[in-house]
């Protein structure tokens, strides 16, 4: 027997999947990315033990029709791109086709689904990239995907997940941040029974910084609309007196989606340099817009870097709109609302 052998699928996808999925709060980015572009106006998140016992997700966007749901679960399979050429102009969050295929591989998934055409729904339970069981049910339309145990067959990678608290605090980052993107769409996430965020979808990033940071972030905020080289810049720059020793405040997202990008995070920094404190970073909520061929997300396959065609520009238009956008007002000191 030769001793070079192409891998099952099952391990392909297993293997894939490492590069997808790291921890619970992974599984929840992309489910929730895929309410997302389903065209939800709702979507809860409930997890057990971090994520790690349990991860529920509900939405009450266009549900997967039947003959569609078990190749949902296949690697590259997608509703969202035909070929190379439609990632220039890519308008939904996901496009590899990779998460269900990667998910089902590493957990037991139940998936309850219905679209409007359809009279009934689909109830699927795949574990370990086996399809288990695939029948009718009756359902509202949307779709609720169970995700339990996850890595519970790799012991490996299941060693390497924090405590359920830690994993639990990724997973809130994580819906922050979607909450944010997304002021449309009324979020809720639920961990061990209990409500740790709730927006309320009624299209106001404002009101979402309030549900999220509360009063004292929301009232010391500055809005900012600027725009220069194709790049439009949106959102809201904190005071520079609400700043924090970390970066974990910085949220800025490239046309409707949140990435992590050393540059970005620079030329916002060097726009609030004449203003702040060193050692100090700000509270940011920025939407970029250019034209999408201007940018590549397909980097990496969690989607979270981005590269710019113009770098300099980005890095200018950014810089500067901060810049002036503090410059411009009287720079009213911090205001403590009281009870
Ligand atoms: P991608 O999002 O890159 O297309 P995924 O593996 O995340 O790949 O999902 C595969 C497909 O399953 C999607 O293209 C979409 O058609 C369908 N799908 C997944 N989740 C949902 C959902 N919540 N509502 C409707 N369709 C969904
Ligand atoms: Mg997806």
Redesign the pocket.
Known sequence: MSKIQVLDQITIDQIAAGEVIERPASVVK?LV??AIDAGSSSVTVEIQEGGIALIRIADNGCGIAREDVPNAFLRHSTSKIRSIQDLSHVGSL?FRGE?LSSIAAVSQVELRTKTADDLFGTHYLIEGGTEKKMEEIGATDGTTFLIRQLFYNIPARRKFLKTPMTEASHVNDVLMRLALSHPEIAFRFVNNGQEKLRTSGNGKIKDVIYQLYGRDVAANLLEIHYEKNGIRLDGFLGKPIISRGNRTYENYFINGRYIRSGMVSKAIEDGYKDFMMQHKFPFVVLYLSLPPEETDVNVHPTKMEVRFHNQQAVYGTLMEGVHKTLSEPELIPFVHLEE
């Open positions: 992309e990315e895929n996901g998460a």
